[in-house]
T-cell receptor, first 117, second 110 residues
Framework: GAVVSQHPSWVICKSGTSVKIECRSL??????MFWYRQFPKQSLMLMAT?????????EQGVEKDKFLINHASLTLSTLTVTSAHPEDSSFYIC?????????????FGSGTRLTVV | GENVEQHPSTLSVQEGDSAVIKCTYS??????FPWYKQELGKRPQLIID?????GEKKDQRIAVTLNKTAKHFSLHITETQPEDSAVYFC?????????FGKGTKLSVIP
């Protein structure tokens, strides 16, 4: 249970283009979705928290106009990297609290490897 | 906000030996401390977790200890095997938000 499906698993795009990453909760309703970025050999860094039907909350230093987050339904949250540049190349992972655990459990998407050339 | 420090960054052990990874956290309100194993290019996989009302938890070869007073928690892996080689992350959570340590690359030498 509590499965989050993340797509695509990898994407290569040209500098200046936009890329959309989707995370779908398959068997539960995700009112909250966390988006992380992980550079090679580094930790998962929280970029933003999205809540269904409201604006996302971005961590300090994360450009909200560059990383657009939409959480329009209880089963879908998307991250769009706009005007991507090589420095945006990273591993992006979404995560949601597992329902019924009272905050004592999280499920993760499988991640998206973004390469900007 | 929460700050999680993790040590060591790399750890090499002989197969069969024990491995210990330590983490400290800063926010006394944190009440959930999971440990994740991550293989290259994959999602973090929960291996064990502990809540703030418990001092120790064990699951076969893996154990976690928590000292709330000192704000530190540790992962213990006994009888290590080559398949234990991976990057391990500790994390702390309060208010539905996880903060991760920087990770420990564990290498188990056959």
């Amino acid at each position: 249970g509590a499965v989050v499906s993340q797509h695509p698993s990898w994407v290569i795009c040209k500098s200046g283009t936009s890329v959309k990453i989707e995370c779908r909760s398959l068997d539960f309703q995700a009112t909250t979705m966390f988006w992380y970025r992980q550079f090679p050999k580094q930790s998962l860094m929280l970029m933003a928290t999205s809540n269904e039907g409201s604006k996302a909350t971005y961590e300090q230093g994360v450009e909200k106009d560059k990383f657009l987050i939409n959480h329009a339904s209880l089963t879908l949250s998307t991250l769009t990297v706009t005007s991507a540049h090589p420095e945006d190349s990273s591993f992006y992972i979404c995560s949601a609290p597992i329902p019924g655990t009272g905050g004592y459990g999280y499920t993760f998407g499988s991640g998206t490897r973004l390469t900007v050339v | 906000g929460e700050n999680v420090e993790q040590h060591p960054s790399t750890l090499s052990v002989q197969e069969g030996d024990s491995a210990v990874i330590k983490c400290t956290y800063s926010d006394s309100a944190s009440n959930y401390f999971p440990w994740y194993k991550q293989e290259l290019g994959k999602r973090p996989q929960l291996i064990i977790d502990i809540r703030s009302n418990v001092g120790e938890k064990k699951d076969q070869r893996i154990a976690v200890t928590l000292n709330k007073t000192a704000k530190h928690f540790s992962l213990h892996i006994t009888e290590t095997q080559p398949e234990d080689s991976a990057v391990y992350f500790c994390a702390a959570s309060g208010s539905y938000q996880l903060t991760f340590g920087k990770g420990t690359k564990l290498s188990v030498i056959p």
